[in-house]
């Protein structure tokens, strides 16, 4: 089934996004090529909904990406003559179409030019903002990118995007205290998001397990990675992720187990070994029967990634093997 | 149990399609007119300037740390409130810190402030002016007579709303005057709008009541509120945060709470 | 709504209509009757209505609103945790009316935007990986 239009789809398969941009000569097609704002067109029941211009947009998007210029360039087309020129997302989407169309770095540093141009008009642009910063993400030039997005959270601090972007950032580069600080922020923003609590103890998890870590923030993050782990399972049952991360998490504890924890004021702390190994526990069984129901293609529980379940598959049977060979 | 003989009232037959017919049309046509005009008379909202939007935001961040405080763990959440009781505490957000400490100016003054008092104003005039204009015509041209007879029973309550401009004490409150179908059509035309203009439009004049009724997103950065004071407020919210980490003894919560 | 609740719903509309007509009867008897009794010129009798015809119509109703209920659609999750792990266990497909059609508010994962982030996404790298897709002649479709 083709994923809907009405949905960013920035997190599609290549398949699905394949699938979606070829729907778009149907979609051009169905329906009419301007759109005019004069308020007689409005009283006529040819209905403009906003769905339509979601739809322009991420077909827009989804265009691009499998390299359909034309169509995409329709799609601007349509949304420019309804929105005009100077609509803050449309000229992001405009920016996004050039950076597309740019052979080389030449017309990149251009179109960064411009940005700056529009930027230095109204620096309160946001969607171009964020444009640049991608732009130069994709420039590979980080440290200037990730000064930029300080800069934008500087004067707007909630948005939760843009922390989490910065969060990204940090972490491509290795510095893991900032990047966990920046996903805090998303949670403050985001409090319910059982997405971020796993991503946020996956950061943890990575900080802690980094080569030189000293071993009281081993610990420090070990414990959070846990309790981040189990906070996105309290708030999503039978979430593959958190419990993937849970098991992880666990497993290695229990395998460098036998260092007492060391009780400090206000932060957490581990939990003692017999509380890592049912948690432990709880996490195989939970795993295993998310596994079997899920290749079993049970009613209700067909909606888990198959990369996913694939490598949860793997890790159970990578430890069960690992235990086996201690039988042994 | 004898029966009240209906009341019969002998009426011009032309009464429907010449008084009936055009107040329903006029104040449908008014309504469509009155939708334009405001669209028309809205101005853009205006845009704000980066500080602006920096003390503005800020503020909302420091309520947002203030409300979810317990997905942090308690280092995490006491280093940002000591990072944000010092910039408020210094002014840091402020808009123009060098007028802290002043009276906030006078809302007439301030030609921001005077916009949206002005937005407000347009709308108020395009809502006043068609209905009154409306109804003094319907007043100097169709009143004092009834117009019509409701096809079904009323009890005597309904006579002030019905018969309003005429004064008969013993009429059957089924018959009804111009005025009071006028004022009919502005309360049962709401959904006829809708159907023409589409959803929100802007002669829904119940839309317009009840935003005069909740201005409160509006009144936290309105006009006339000194942000310094609203900033030094949220320090001390921020003060008596008692702090508790939802992630506190979340693994025995879990092995309790599910059972596989 | 599946037969049961239909069958019961109708039952109850039966009675329901049976009650009504039982009341238009006896209320037109009462009426004959007290035109008799004024040309006779005796008192007329109460004219209320007996209450098995009351009976009747509180049950109906009660018939009614019970095979409504039982034909209710099951309810949405309202516990957060309950209603997350049916976004990610069932994925779009928990979300399908009986067509076959996707429902118009399901939106998956509201989250996930803070992880993919559209508003700073790549698209130069998203190209690039899209061309190395096909190149491999899209093995990852079966995905």
Sequence with gaps: MAPSLLHPPSQLSPGEALQLSQQAPTVLQNSPSTISSSPLAALLPSSETPDLWIKYENLLLSCLRTGDERAAHQCLERLVARFGNDNERVMALKGLVQEADAQNNGELEKILKEYDQILGDNNTNIPITKRRIALLRSMDRLPEAASSLVQLLGFSPTDAEAWSELADIYLVQGMYQQAIYAMEEVLVLAPNAWNVHARLGEMQYMAATAPGVASGTYEKSMAEAIKRFSRSIELCDDYLRGYYGLKLVTKKLLKDAGKPAKESEGEFSLPDSKTVERLNELATAKLSEIIRRSTAQERGWRGYDKLEVAAARELLVEEASAAAAIER | ?260 | ?143
């Design chain 3, 1 to 143: 709504m599946t037969w049961i609740s239909k069958t019961i719903t109708a039952l109850g509309g039966l009675l329901l209509a049976h009650a009504c007509y039982s009341a238009q009867e006896h209320s037109s008897l009462q009426s004959f009757r007290a035109t008799a009794a004024t040309l006779a010129s005796s008192t007329p009798a109460a004219a209320s209505l007996p209450i098995d015809i009351a009976i009747e119509t509180v049950v109906a109703t009660f018939i009614i609103v019970l095979g409504l209920v039982t034909g209710t659609r099951p309810l949405r999750p309202i516990q957060w945790r309950v209603w997350a792990g049916k976004l990610e266990r069932e994925g779009v497909e928990g979300f399908m009316g009986n067509d076959g059609e996707m429902n118009r508010d399901y939106v998956g994962n509201p989250f996930r935007s803070l992880e993919t982030r559209p508003g700073f996404i790549d698209i130069r790298k998203q190209r690039k990986e899209f061309a190395n897709w096909v190149k491999s002649g899209g093995r990852s479709e079966a995905k």
């Design chain 2, 1 to 260: 149990m004898a029966q009240v003989p209906a009341q019969t009232i002998h009426r011009d037959p032309q009464l429907f399609g010449w008084i009936l017919l055009p107040i329903t049309l006029v104040m449908i046509l008014t309504g469509i007119l009155r939708h334009y005009a405001s669209v028309l008379l809205q101005t853009a909202p205006k845009r704000l300037d980066q500080k602006t939007m920096r003390e503005q935001r800020s503020l909302l961040h420091g309520i947002n740390v203030r409300g979810n405080f317990h997905v942090l763990s308690r280092p995490s959440f006491i280093a940002r409130r000591e990072a944000l009781t010092a910039a408020y505490e210094s002014g840091a957000y402020l808009k123009d810190p060098e007028r802290r400490g002043q009276p906030p100016a006078n809302p007439m003054s301030d030609p921001s402030s005077m916009e949206g008092m002005m937005g407000m104003m347009k709308n108020q005039m395009a809502m006043i002016i068609p209905n009154t204009l409306i109804m003094s015509w319907i007043n100097a041209f169709f009143s004092g007579y009834v117009i019509m007879k409701l096809p079904f029973p009323l009890t005597i309550k309904f006579k002030s709303m019905l018969q309003a401009g005429v004064a008969t004490r013993d009429m059957d409150p089924r018959w009804m005057s111009s005025i009071s179908w006028y004022f009919l059509c502005i309360f049962g035309l709401q959904s006829v709008f809708n159907f023409i203009l589409g959803d929100n439009n802007a002669a829904s004049q119940m839309a317009q009541q009840m935003g005069q009724m909740g201005p409160q997103t509006g009144q936290m950065f309105g006009p006339g509120v000194d942000p310094d004071k609203q900033f030094l407020g949220e320090v001390e919210n921020l003060a008596v945060i008692e702090h508790y980490s939802v992630l506190d003894g979340v693994e025995q919560r879990l092995l309790e709470g599910i059972n596989v």
